[in-house]
């Protein structure tokens, strides 16, 4: 196929960015037992879930391991199911889009995942996993693809000298910011960060969170931000919502949460934030509640 047959028309170097609404999503699994594997019932990954995410802004959404995090974040770029509820993405209903909708949203929308070591195909070079998202939506011509890859590269701190590599090649840092790459390549302009700097050391997790945040400054980007570290959020989003047994319990301006939690669960979260100090001590201490996390099951993350 020749270069004119997959030039198309140019990706706007800073798109405006979009609007999100979520309103009483509920995603459930069956529940199967017996020798036969009959659904008994279901469990309640996301229980009614709703909230807006302005656009070019950062949402944070915390809350402990399986209670539901993931499967949101998942659910809201329909890559996985949908039990009830409603997401707009940009003003359209995500799972009232056809063929062509929804390849239009793969382009509108991506996914940063928690594990750069699994993320990434390791028989794929940096060249050819950057350039992927342009070969299949036939975003660049051929003669201009790989001047564009490294263009791209470039934006995430890596140099041309990066694009013959493989992810077994590259720190833990390193391919993060190619994953990063990936998902910036087709200028998309809502993003889901799940737990992208989590397996990551302290000054390298510094370094990809100011790159995120320079990222939406400069594409314009509006960001779900999905963590269980509470400095995470308060470094990159000014709104959050904090999640427990598939439920949102709390949500608003980060400062307002932080500072005067509400729900005992939020304050168990912040219970749980490693203290450096007497005083950090003293502040954890008063919001120190009993164990209340979900019993096997219950939820899935």
Known sequence: MGDSAEQTSPVPDRPSPLLVQV??????YPLRGGLLRKAKGEVPAVDGVSFDIPAGQSFGLVGESGCGKTTLG????????????????????????????????????????????????PRMTVESIVGEPLVVHRAVARKRRRAR????????????????????????????????????????????????????????????????????TDLGLTYLFISHDLSVVRHLCSRMAVMHRGRIVEQGLRDDILSNPAHPHTRSLLAAVPCIGPSDREGSRRYRTASDSPTPGEVHD
């Open 23 to 28: 309103r009483a999503l509920r995603v459930s």
């Open 74 to 121: 998942r659910a809201l770029l329909r890559l996985g199911p949908r039990s009830a509820g409603e997401v707009r993405i940009g003003g359209e209903d995500v799972y009232g889009l056809d063929r062509g909708g929804l390849r239009r949203l793969r382009r509108q929308t991506q996914i940063v995942l928690q594990d750069p070591y699994s993320s990434l195909n």
């Open 149 to 216: 890859i490294a263009e791209i590269l470039a934006r995430v701190g890596l140099g041309a000298g990066y694009l013959p590599r493989y992810p077994a090649e590259l720190s833990g840092g390193q391919r993060q910011r190619v994953s990063i790459a990936r998902a910036i390549a087709l200028t998309p302009r809502f993003i889901v960060c799940d737990e992208c700097v989590s397996a990551l050391d302290v000054s390298v997790k510094a370094q990809v969170l100011n790159l995120l945040r320079d990222l939406q």
